[in-house]
Structure formats: C-alpha cells, structure tokens
Nanobody, 119 residues
Framework: QVQLLESGGGLVQAGGSLRLSCAVSGRTFSSYDIAWFRQAPGKAREFVATIQWSGGSTAYAASVKGRFTISRDMAKSTVYLQMSSLKPEDTAVYYC????????????WGQGTQVTVSS
C-alpha cells in the first residue's frame, strides 16, 4: 500500500496560480503511476493529470492541458501539480492517487485538499 498526503490547497483569485504537493510513502512505488483527481460539489470525481514515477511520462485532461503541470521530485518522494490561469470552475477538492503499472484502477488515495478559485 502507498500512503499519499496532499497539501497546498487554498483560496486564489481567478487567473492566479497555486501549487499542490503530494507526499508519497509506503511500499516501493517506483513502478507506480501517481495522479491527481478532483471533485467539485455535486459533481463526479474527474481525472486531472498523471505521471509515471520512474519514467516521468505525463498525461492531462483536456480541461487543464496547457494550464496545469504535473511533476515529481524523486529525492523528496513528492508529486506536484502546478496550476496556473486558474478559473472558478477549477474549484474542487483535489486528490492524489496511486496505481501499479498496468492496473486499471487507482487503489490508494489521499485525503484531499480544497482549492477555491474566486471570480
């Protein structure tokens, strides 16, 4: 099992930036994908971005591509989500999640961090 702890959420004005952090620990996660998801009030949870821990390959949801950047610091065992040009519709609880390579489902989840973008 992988443990995930998010931080960095807060209140920001539209057009602003925020960086979320996800501290990763537990069993060997070098063969894992680490992803960010988000869930807005009354809406389903949606995929935001993912990164392959060892190779660094990334993928993004169309709604955030070009505005958000996912990265990892292997020395700090931390995954980041740099969010820029934020919009009110980015308001949500952001979750970090992990899955072993090849698994269809993300099996380990953090507790989430709230991001609120004011207009």
């Amino acid at each position: 099992q992988v443990q995930l702890l998010e931080s960095g959420g807060g209140l920001v004005q539209a057009g602003g930036s925020l960086r979320l952090s996800c501290a990763v620990s537990g069993r060997t996660f070098s063969s894992y994908d680490i992803a960010w998801f988000r869930q807005a009030p009354g809406k389903a949870r949606e995929f935001v971005a993912t990164i392959q821990w060892s190779g660094g390959s990334t993928a993004y949801a169309a709604s955030v591509k070009g505005r958000f950047t996912i990265s990892r610091d292997m020395a700090k065992s931390t995954v980041y989500l740099q969010m820029s040009s934020l919009k009110p519709e980015d308001t949500a609880v952001y979750y970090c999640a992990a899955r072993p390579y090849g698994d269809p489902a993300y099996v380990d989840w953090g507790q989430g961090t709230q991001v609120t973008v004011s207009s």
